[in-house]
């Protein structure tokens, strides 16, 4: 077995060593890109003072916005809670009308059930 594996490892290089080396190119060159001089922003105080205002009053709309959907939110939240209580109570005075109904219905069925006197 050793041998087998002996003869084709040196089947397998002598393989090897008839193949021709092949040359990898070089890269190319690494290009520098052109120094170019770069200038501060210039500062325009006139605009920037707009750009403030405009922002500010961004600002000022969107909390606007926002405190009038909290209080929405807190008036339909309330008007939930509201409801819910209602048909909670609703739900409890159907049970008490269906509990009398049924007992309404069983003294029905008994009163049915009972023979009926005859009269002499």
Excluded: W
């Excluded at 080396?21 to 605009?47: K, L, M, Q, S």
Aim: proline share 10%; glycine share 2%.
């Amino acid at each position: 077995m050793m041998r087998v594996f002996a003869l084709l490892l040196g089947m397998s290089l002598a393989g090897c060593a008839s193949v021709e080396p092949t040359t990898i190119p070089a890269p190319p060159p690494a290009v520098e890109p052109p120094t170019a001089v770069v200038r501060p922003p210039v500062a325009d105080p006139v605009r920037d003072e707009a750009v403030i205002r405009d922002l500010r009053h961004q600002v000022e709309r969107l909390t606007a916005q926002l405190t009038d959907a909290q209080r929405r939110y807190a008036t339909l939240n309330e008007d939930h809670r509201r409801g819910e209580a209602a048909l909670r109570d609703s739900q409890r005075k159907v049970d008490e009308l269906q509990q009398k109904l049924d007992a309404l219905l069983a003294i029905d069925r008994d009163t049915r059930r009972r023979p009926k006197p005859t009269v002499k």
